[in-house]
C-alpha cells in the first residue's frame, strides 16, 4: 500500500471515529439552545458550521437573525443560511428565501425568495413542504408571470453543493 492510500485509509478511519463525536455535539448545541444558553449553543454551532455542517449553519444564522446569544446581524445571517441552503438544508432555504422577500440583509427580490422558498417546498418534509409551499404562493402574488418563470427555472437549475467535511479536534 502507498503512502497516498495509507494517507487515505487514516483519514477515512479518523472521520469515520469523529463522525460520532460531532453528532454528538450537535446534539448538545442543539440542547443548549432549547435551555436557552445561546453563548454556549453558538461556540457549538460555530465550530461544526465553520466545519461544514449545514444544520449548525442553520442554527447559526438562525441566532444570528434572531440576535440570539449574538449580536442581530443579518447580512452574517444570510451568509450563514446561504452555506446551509446550498447544501439543501430546507430550513435554511425557507429562512434565506423569506430575507430576500423582505430585503434583510440582502437586496429585496422576489425571484430569488421564490427560487429558495420552491427548493424548500419541494425537498422538505410533508408538514413543513406544505408550509412552504404557502408562503411561496404568498409571495407570488407580488410577482408576475416572468418573474414568476425565472424563478422556477433558477430552482430547476439549482444543484446541491455539499462542502468538504472537516474533521474537528475535540479539546
Not at 434583510?104 to 422576489?110: K, L, R, T
Not at 413542504?129 to 411561496?136: C, E, M
Not at 414568476?148 to 455539499?162: E, H
Request: charge should be positive.
Amino acid at each position: 500500500m502507498g503512502n497516498a492510500a495509507r494517507l487515505s485509509a487514516a483519514v477515512l478511519i479518523a472521520f469515520a471515529l469523529l463522525a460520532p463525536a460531532q453528532a454528538a455535539s450537535f446534539h448538545a448545541g442543539v440542547a443548549a439552545f432549547n435551555r436557552e444558553n445561546f453563548n454556549a449553543a453558538g461556540v457549538i454551532f460555530g465550530r461544526l458550521a465553520e466545519a461544514g455542517d449545514a444544520r449548525a449553519q442553520f442554527y447559526l444564522g438562525f441566532m444570528y437573525e434572531t440576535g440570539r446569544g449574538v449580536p442581530q446581524d443579518y447580512v452574517t445571517a444570510v451568509y450563514w443560511y446561504r452555506r446551509a441552503a446550498n447544501q439543501g438544508e430546507t430550513t435554511a432555504q425557507c429562512r434565506l428565501g423569506l430575507l430576500f422577500d423582505k430585503g434583510q440583509g440582502v437586496a429585496q427580490d422576489y425571484v430569488m425568495a421564490h427560487m429558495w422558498l420552491n427548493l424548500a417546498a419541494a425537498h422538505a418534509p410533508p408538514p413543513a413542504r406544505d408550509y412552504y409551499a404557502r408562503l411561496r404562493d404568498a409571495l407570488a402574488t407580488k410577482m408576475s408571470r416572468g418573474q414568476i418563470g425565472t424563478a422556477r427555472l433558477l430552482a430547476m437549475q439549482w444543484v446541491r453543493v455539499r462542502e468538504r467535511p472537516v474533521v474537528i479536534a475535540h479539546p
